[in-house]
């Protein structure tokens, strides 16, 4: 990238001002503009070649569940306070300042410094390298911003990344690829395209930087070195019209976390349904009887007393011959498609269609689509074709509206209205390497190089509108394969075609938690492996372990020997898999709450421990654990013969388990789980965890409510709320709530049921406490059955 013609930096001097904004321009026609849009966030616009007309945001969404077409205009700040700040301009700098955020700008070059206020001091976050941080010209067609790179510093996010959570010292792909059996430790690109880069010092104060682009893009984070720049790190666009770089000030790891969310939307909440064991495989519609597997499948489930409240629907049942077809049914696989759909609902079990954003060139409604101008097209108005599965196809294009109202409709027409109530949209990576691919953008036709990670967010957003038009008294579900930052408006993701290894357990979770960093907490993972070959019993059981703890809980193959990989597929473990598949039915109230508090107040649903407890170095180790939720750690095996874990217990105080109720104290701690023991989950003291109880199993929801306490170290209150749509909707406020409150030896618990409609809860609590209990208000009794506190109506024993 070295040119030997390298012109002057360009020097630019303050040519603007107003509410939330700063204009600078250049003696070359560059211009920079600074967005003051919160004390702690603010964005630096930098265009290179003087750009006038940029792409609208899709990224962008303060607080909001959607974004308008055709697009958030990129100089909107609706949504934020803009908050008063100061601006300094002394000769060759201008100095901008919040009450968390100073940007200090050096005018010759552009060269700016960012920092934090820190108690009472300004702590330096990052500043760009002092030679050439940005391409004015220099080099190629593409955007670059060089940052210095501090000595000991740490990088999360980006996404969903292969490999180690901590980033350092790698270099990133931002590209959507379809990389079926992937190396979970190793592969990079993958499905997902989300440039945001949570950052922490040698001292672990942490800061937020979101790169806004829908372009291909790479993050260098210390792999690249050359002797005439120092160390840095940086970040390249394919789009070279601007760096629209978004900086969120710490210095809590946590507080980045939320913010960042908020900025790119507010999470969807789904269905209660979609956090039950969803059933999966493309073997069972691959098949010439389908119909007749997939209701085995429901007879197994039935024998083997198994819930299961979804089924992910491969897409063999769009095929014709051996292709797929999206829209199609297979009719001699499933000759009724209502009858179908119905016959599961009545067993419990909401079926999931797979939806493919391509049609084959042999659909029978590809002229109709390239009539109609909804495919991606190049400039001549001609489809661009792309290989797709076992042919080539063209792909739908969601940037016009047009293909949007097609792709509705044919979605209504050929699922919805059969009473299908949600969608599985898969292979929605948009793999066009052609570069006459050209996007409409909503009547403003581009490069498609531009934009490709747009595509699947429309998708997701056509798929869900689809589900809210036809069925607006339900919560739509969408499930999607890929996406950019703001897919945690719309959809629910996975990480894709994994391969079946112990270590992708230990990576795959570690994918997971970079999502979630990266503001996309509704994840999961194919348990058992997609592809390669079938899990052994003992690993099988692991991943089952380790699955039921995370949000979206999918045992899915196409493993290369052709068997399915099922709960029963092992009968030397099936008492382990039944008893896992009947906690995780024990688990969905509290999953379910931890959804609630993602959607209202943009909590991660999984986060590494370092999250909640920052100031604590052993907490960053890197290890095979994570918090669920603010309260419960989560460790997993993912070796073979291992049947205890050592972790390490943060925080002060007590930790139980959730499920045998042993308590362990902070510190170094070694907990025994064999195959037939539940997974390792420990609650810290000071929180209350709702589970469900009673009778769980095939067609069954447990009905009873079980409150685990695990009182505070000391004195203290702990307030908590728990949601239950049979009771009362969300957006009417929880099910019940209360306080428990510790003082002295004594132990005080108030519970407020909605009017009185919700049933008493059991509780288990640490023995030897004197305890008080009031339902509403009036004192009850309390009887210690099973181990289990169960309150009774009545006075007070």
Known sequence: ????????????????????????????????????????????????????????????????????????????????????????????????????????????????????????????????????????????????????????????????????????????????MDPMGYDAEHTDALYKSIPFILAADQARHCFGMFYDTMADASVDLGCEIDNYHGNYRYFVSEDARDIDLYVIAGPDPLAVVKRFTWLTGRPALMPAWSLGYSGSTMTYTDAPDAYDQMMTFVDKLRRYDIGCSSFHLSSGYTSIGDKRYVFNWNRDKFPDPAAFITAYRDAGIELVPNIKPALLRSHPRYDEVAAGGYFVN???????????????????????????????????????????????????????????????????????????????????????????????????????????????????????????????????????????????????????????????????????????????????????????????????????????????????????????????????????????????????????????????????????????????????GAWTHLFTGQTYAAGRARVKCTLADPPVMLVRSGAVVVLAAGKTGFGVTPEITRLVICPPAGNGVIPWVHYDERVRAVEGGPACSGTVTADGSALRIEIELVDGGAELPQMVIPPGETRSVTVNGVPVATVLADGWLTLRPGPAA
């Open 378 to 652: 190049d400039a001549q108005g001609d489809p661009v074709e792309a290989q797709f599965w076992d042919e080539v196809g063209s792909f739908i294009d969601f940037t016009n509206p047009q293909a949007a109202v097609w792709w509705r409709e044919g979605l209504t027409a050929n699922l919805l209205d059969y009473g299908i109530l949600s969608t599985w949209n898969d292979n929605n990576e948009y793999g066009l390497w052609d570069p006459r691919a050209r996007f409409d953008y909503f009547g403003q036709p581009g490069p498609a190089a531009y934009g490709l990670s747009l595509q699947p967010l429309l998708m997701m957003r056509a798929s869900r509108a689809a589900q809210m038009a036809r069925w607006p008294d339900k919560r739509p579900y969408v499930v999607t394969r890929s996406g950019m930052a703001g897919m945690q408006r719309y959809a629910q993701t996975w990480s894709g075609d994994n391969y079946t290894a112990w270590k992708t357990i230990r990576y795959n979770a570690r994918m997971g938690l970079s999502l979630a960093l990266s503001g996309v907490s509704n994840t999961g993972h194919d348990i058992g492996g997609f592809y390669g070959p079938s899990p052994g019993p003992e690993l099988l059981v692991r991943w089952v372990q380790a699955g039921i703890t995370l949000p979206r809980f999918s045992i899915h193959s196409w493993n290369a020997a052709g068997a399915v990989s099922e709960p029963w597929m092992h009968p030397e473990v099936l008492p382990e898999i039944t008893g896992l598949m009947a906690l995780r039915q024990r688990l969905e109230p509290f999953l379910f709450d931890l959804a609630v508090a993602s959607h209202r107040h943009y909590e991660p649903m999984l986060r590494p421990v370092w999250t909640m407890f920052p100031h604590q170095p052993e907490a960053w180790q890197e290890q095979d654990t994570y918090m669920l939720g603010p309260d419960v750690l989560v460790a997993i095996i993912a070796e073979p013969g291992r049947e205890e874990v050592e972790v390490n217990l943060p925080g002060e």
């Open 1 to 176: 990238m070295r040119n030997a013609t390298l012109s002057a930096p360009p020097v630019f001097s303050l040519s603007g001002q107003g509410t939330g904004w700063v204009a600078l321009t250049s003696d070359t026609g560059a211009r920079a503009e600074v967005f003051v849009l919160e004390d702690d966030i603010v964005r630096l616009l930098v265009m290179p070649g003087g750009a006038t007309a940029l792409p609208p945001s899709w990224a962008i969404a303060p607080g909001a569940e959607d974004v308008a077409e055709p697009g958030r205009d990129r100089h909107a700040t609706d949504g934020f306070s803009l908050p008063a700040f100061t601006l300094d301009c002394t000769e060759g700098t201008i100095v901008i300042r919040t009450a968390r955020l100073r940007l200090t700008v050096t005018l010759r070059g552009l060269r700016c410094c960012w920092a934090q206020k820190i108690g009472e001091d300004w702590v330096e976050m990052f500043s760009d390298r002092a030679t050439q941080a940005y391409n004015f010209g220099w080099w190629d067609a593409r955007a670059y911003h060089y940052v210095a790179r501090a000595d000991g510093e740490s990088y999360y996010g980006l996404g969903e990344r292969a490999g180690a959570l901590d980033l350092a010292g790698r270099r990133h792909r931002l590209r959507m």
